[in-house]
């Protein structure tokens, strides 16, 4: 049995303007806090775009579907959940006003289906995306925008904007004073990192191990957050000899396995358990476990180990025998821990205990200390040499609960998610011949040829873009990008491809590009594709940028109206718009000024340009399926 409810433009629009209304007034520098109720009982207050889309209860398949998709963008990016609404909205609202205007415009017979019109718009999306925005769009971005100069090492102008990168991507997630004590932490966490690496492969290694390399403290002000330097390990299991404290140079193993042994598999009995019968069989089996145990302990003495580090739990057996023999054991450490331990001191770890040690098993202490954190006792190892593609030290993010100290980190690691955008080489690639092609395919006619001025203008760009970017070669590594915590969205469905190097061939490269927040990017972008449009004559492209174009300003808009302006001022954003654009026209790079609401030119903050560019590229996707749906339908057996 199937039940089908059919879809319209004006069922789309309703659905994507809930959402929007929901982060209306938590948008932008100065936005306020969302109080959400999730199905867990917890209530949270944030007014992170990414945890609120996460905890909404939707039933409607299509909301559930821009939802899934925002969340994806944002794990890939680290922002924009929702700039990536309001241009989803604005966009579909823009298609219905003009679908509406095309269906009143004729009469009679000649009124056309609707259907036609969308699937017009669709396919003159697809076109923007491949050739509108890579031969007019990025030029022009690139014209505007600060280019940072990458080298391996971090140098004072990398810093710089490093810094100011971190702090626009945490503006509006917690308040000032908080976000810049983190920007300024991050930062200095990067660059604390081995002079091995460059600064992309230092931003893509924390990404990749955040988990391992930082440790969320609740019960703390988040102004003990800090940077310790070594390894913090669990202080759950563990028996030290007090000289051990005061001693340097400790040498120490990694143990994957028990310290008494093998375990009898058929009784699968746990570490310091015996199974006897009888007092005299209970003599014996502690006697042979004791001989058991300190012919291991023995063996790593002999081999110049003071400490032993393992996963599995340390029993009372094992704990005297090794104040006996004069050596510490740390048990019940998580094997993420170890496996980051092995990892920074560049060690292997030992996997059965009869196993012979060599030099690639043992690593040296530089001094370990009990650490208090959150009123969590702790052990701080610090090494005394740290492999050349690890990070040695351990990023502490403190919070008053547990909520805050969790949307601190989030934060955080969002902040790096906008880095890596700022860093990544974003590529694409059109020859002047293809670009001629694909233009041709939508303004000639079998019967007309391209107009000569036309021509002029289209070669005159594809000219200008290869100019641009000719002999462009940035010192970042070109690393793919991957990201595990992507949803299943990406894997069921080419909505939304992560994959930078969709936009063509290595060629042509934009990155460590940046402009300054506040819409300067979207006044760039509205401006480029109004450009576009006077060399195309195919109203379905013409009407596609249009599209674009409202959805595009819907940011700066929101930015207007969430400023200190009054309640009458707030609804003068077409003032605003005009003088912006006018700006532009003459070279200059406007923002709307998050207080007073007014255009300006003097903005500090840093915004990547590709992050940009990648959420317009998956908005414009999703559109794509948006306009294409025509019902939903509930199959029941």
Same mark, same amino acid.
């Given at each position: ?43 949270? #207050? ?10 909404? @209860? ?49 009469? $009679? ?70 976000? &810049? ?9 990067? =660059? ?6 460059? #600064? ?17 403290? =609740?019960?703390?002000?988040? =102004? ?6 070594? #390894? ?32 009898? *598999? ?14 005299? $069989?209970?003599? @014996? ?61 560049? #060690? ?24 208090? /954190? ?74 007309? @040829?391209?107009? &000569? ?50 936009? $063509? ?43 674009? @174009? ?28 005009? *003088? ?10 406007? /923002? ?46």
């Amino acid at each position: 049995m199937a039940a089908s409810v059919s879809l319209d433009l004006g069922k789309l629009v309703s659905i994507t303007q809930t959402l929007e209304n929901i982060f209306y007034q938590s948008f932008g520098p100065n936005a306020l806090l969302t109080t959400v109720l999730p199905s867990t009982g917890k209530v949270m #207050v944030t007014s992170d775009g990414a945890s609120i889309l996460t905890s909404l @209860q939707l039933d409607h398949p299509v909301a559930r579907m821009v939802c899934s998709s925002a969340l994806a963008h944002h794990c890939f990016t680290g922002d924009g959940t929702k700039t990536f609404i309001f241009m989803v909205a604005e966009a579909l609202r823009s298609t219905l006003r003009r679908a509406k205007k095309v269906k009143n415009g004729c009469s $009679g017979s000649e009124k056309p289906h609707i259907s036609q019109f969308v699937i017009e718009v669709t396919q003159a999306l697809g076109y923007i995306v491949s050739d509108i925005l890579p031969n007019y769009v990025f030029p022009q971005l690139e014209r505007y925008a600060t280019a940072t100069k990458l080298t391996g090492d971090m140098t004072e102008t990398t810093h710089e904007m490093t810094l100011k990168v971190l702090q626009t991507s945490m503006l509006g997630k917690a308040p000032l004073e908080v976000s &810049s004590h983190f920007s300024h932490l991050l930062s200095k966490f990067i =660059s604390s990192i081995g002079n091995s690496h460059n #600064v992309l492969d230092k931003v893509l290694y924390l990404i990749d191990n955040f988990p391992t390399v930082t440790m969320e403290i =609740s019960n703390d002000n988040y =102004s003990y957050s800090q940077i310790i330097p070594g #390894v913090l390990l669990p202080k759950k299991s563990v028996t030290l000899i007090d000289s051990l404290l005061q001693t340097s140079n400790i040498k120490f193993i990694l143990l994957e396995c028990s310290l008494e042994g093998d375990q009898d *598999e058929q009784t699968d009995l746990p570490p310091g358990v015996l199974q006897v019968s009888g007092y005299h $069989g209970f003599q @014996q089996a502690l006697q042979w476990k004791e001989q058991t145990v300190r012919r291991i302990l023995q063996h790593y003495a002999n081999s110049g180990v003071q400490l032993i580090i393992t996963s599995w739990a340390v029993s009372e057996l094992v704990m005297s025998i090794c104040r006996a023999v004069g050596m510490a054991a740390i048990g019940a450490i998580p094997l993420e821990d170890m496996e980051r331990l092995a990892a920074a001191a560049d #060690v292997i770890m030992v996997h059965e205990t009869h196993y012979v040690l060599s030099e690639e098993n043992i690593a040296t202490i530089k001094s370990l200390k009990d650490v208090v /954190c959150g009123g969590q006792n702790f052990m701080q190892l610090e090494l005394k040499t740290v492999s050349a593609v690890a990070c040695a030290d351990t990023l502490v993010i403190c919070g008053p609960t547990p909520g805050l100290s969790r949307q601190y980190s989030n934060m955080v690691l969002n902040g790096l998610k906008c880095l890596r955008m700022w860093l990544q080489p974003l590529n694409f690639s059109h020859t002047a011949e293809e670009n001629m092609n694909r233009k041709r395919k939508y303004d000639c006619t079998s019967e007309d @040829q391209l107009d &000569s001025t036309e021509a002029l203008v289209q070669n005159a760009a594809v000219e200008h873009l290869h100019k641009k970017f000719k002999g462009m070669q940035l010192a970042c590594d070109h690393k793919q990008l991957s990201d595990p915590d992507l949803p299943d969205v990406l894997s069921d469905s080419s909505l939304l491809e992560t994959k930078l190097a969709s936009f $063509g061939s290595a060629k042509h490269h934009l990155a460590a590009l940046s402009m300054p927040p506040g819409g300067s990017i979207e006044f760039i972008i509205h401006s480029s594709l109004e450009n576009a449009k006077c060399c195309y004559s195919d109203p379905g492209i013409q009407t596609a940028c249009q599209i674009i @174009q409202d959805a595009v300003l819907s940011v700066p808009q929101k930015i207007h109206e969430n400023s200190y302006l009054s309640a009458s001022g707030r609804h003068a954003f077409i003032q605003a718009k005009l *003088e912006a654009l006018d700006k532009v026209s003459v070279g200059k790079i406007p /923002c709307i000024h998050y207080q007073t609401g007014a255009v300006w030119t003097d903005s500090e903050g840093c915004e990547p340009v590709a992050s940009k560019m990648v959420l317009l590229c998956h908005v414009i996707e999703l559109l794509q399926q948006l306009l294409r749906l025509d019902a939903i339908v509930s199959v029941k057996l």
